[in-house]
């Protein structure tokens, strides 16, 4: 939903998904929550470029995206799973099918944008491949928190054989839509607050 200016238009957005869309969007996750057992575990794996574990702040940001997160989940990276690249490539489709979320954080697109983020192909594929199971994806940004993908505005960037993703969050983004609250919804292990 957005706010409404003196001419009646919409001002600024808080999503560029159509109303319909979210509503699907809700009531999916909500069905996931619905369906989950106690006891069982909840997996999101953190997707970041590789030059953001060796910056000073990486772990501030793990821990930004954790607290952000449903107590009880488990937080996965690549270097929690993969020994390398050869066996990310080798495994990836197999573990994505095990998991019950993506965050993804990207690069800023330019300096001072800080609603622009751009995934890599890898990040890109893997935001396909969670999206396509039907299982919410997040965007993590420094200032604004998580944002559900769906929310966010998509343009594929580069040649098809190696294209990245711009997603741009809405200039009207709250932080509090209800897309969100279902997302985290869908992530709480059964059982916690």
């Keep these: 939903m957005s706010s409404m200016n003196a001419t009646g238009a919409p001002a600024t957005p808080d999503s560029y998904a159509p109303p319909a869309r979210r509503r699907g969007y809700v009531q999916a996750m909500r069905k996931i929550a619905a369906n989950r057992s106690p006891g069982d575990p909840v997996r999101i794996y953190l997707s970041a470029p590789p030059v953001y574990r060796d910056r000073p702040n990486w772990q501030h940001r793990v821990d930004t995206i954790r607290q952000a997160l449903p107590d009880g989940i488990e937080l996965l990276d690549f270097h929690a799973v993969f020994a390398d690249r050869a066996d990310y ?100 292990p059964t059982g916690t607050p």
């Design 89 to 188: 490539t080798a495994r990836w489709a197999e573990f994505a099918a095990s998991l019950d979320g993506l965050v993804v954080t990207g690069t800023r697109a330019k300096p001072g944008k800080m609603r622009m983020h751009v995934l890599g192909s890898a990040a890109r594929q893997e935001l396909i491949t969670v999206v396509a199971a039907g299982k919410p994806v997040l965007l993590h940004n420094m200032e604004l928190g998580l944002i559900p993908v769906l929310d966010c505005r998509p343009k594929r960037l580069g040649p098809p054989d190696d294209a990245q993703l711009r997603l741009l969050i809405p200039h009207g983004w709250t932080g509090v839509p209800p897309t969100l609250d279902a997302a985290l919804d869908a992530l709480r």
